[in-house]
């Protein structure tokens, strides 16, 4: 299974909601990841997580909280975000380690905030 | 951190021509990888070169690695309107943990 998943696909919400992102994966990765992508821009990394910690934080506002429950689901947590926070956001997952591990994207969540 | 170029930004073929993609980095890099994205879709992983100077293909898709490590180049032979979408090259830092994409190359395929 080469299979990463994500929900909710499509999420609107005001200012001051309170709303999470989910991503999971069962291919045994160890690194997992948040990336933010605007239309016709790259991805931008947000978090990596590897052996389920935090290891990079991409100076990443915290109205952004990430969560890494096991080594299967990754969440991201939403709080007070702003209309620039609008955007796809894509989970991966990859081998951990110096190794050219390639990433395996989910279908991503496309945020829109009010 | 070392960041990569991708030249061109958009590229319009035909149906049936060629298509090349140049990624160019000012630092040496330990590996290049190459992924896909369609409109409205997310990243896909196409193939990586780890070595100075590999050459792979894949079907119609030829991947070079430059001989200095700091240089890479995608080339579809006939391209088809299955191909359209926004390639990027990326690469994964010495220290494992972070990937950096370039700034892509969009093709479009007009039939």
């Known amino acids: 299974d080469t299979e990463v998943t994500q929900t909710p696909k499509h999420l609107v919400m005001g200012m001051t909601n309170k709303k999470s992102l989910k991503c999971e994966q069962h291919?045994?990765?160890?690194?997992m990841y948040w990336y933010k992508q605007k239309a016709k821009k790259p991805p931008e990394l947000m978090f990596v997580y590897s052996y389920e910690k935090l290891s990079i934080n991409e100076s990443v506002p915290s109205r952004f909280s990430p969560e890494c429950p096991n080594s299967s689901l990754l969440n991201l947590h939403l709080h007070a975000l702003q209309p620039e926070d609008s955007a796809l956001y894509l989970c991966?997952?990859?081998?951990?380690?110096?190794?050219?591990?390639?990433?395996?994207f989910g279908p991503g969540t496309r945020l829109t905030v009010t | 951190g070392q960041q990569v170029m991708q030249i061109p930004q958009y590229q319009h073929v035909q149906e049936g021509e060629d298509f090349t993609t140049y990624c160019n980095s000012s630092?040496?890099?330990?590996?290049i990888q190459w992924y896909k994205q369609r409109p409205g879709g997310h990243p896909v992983f196409l193939i990586q070169l780890v070595k100075s100077g590999e050459v792979k293909k894949q079907k119609r898709l030829t991947f070079q690695f430059g001989e200095a490590k700091k240089n890479s180049s995608l080339h579809i032979t006939a391209t088809q309107t299955t191909d359209v979408g926004t390639y990027f090259c990326a690469y994964r830092d010495n220290y494992g943990q972070n990937f950096v994409f370039g700034p892509g190359t969009r093709l479009s395929v007009l039939p």
């Open positions: 630092t040496t890099l330990s590996n």
């Open positions: 991966a997952s990859s081998q951990p380690g110096i190794g050219a591990y390639e990433q395996y």
């Open positions: 291919m045994g990765h160890r690194a």
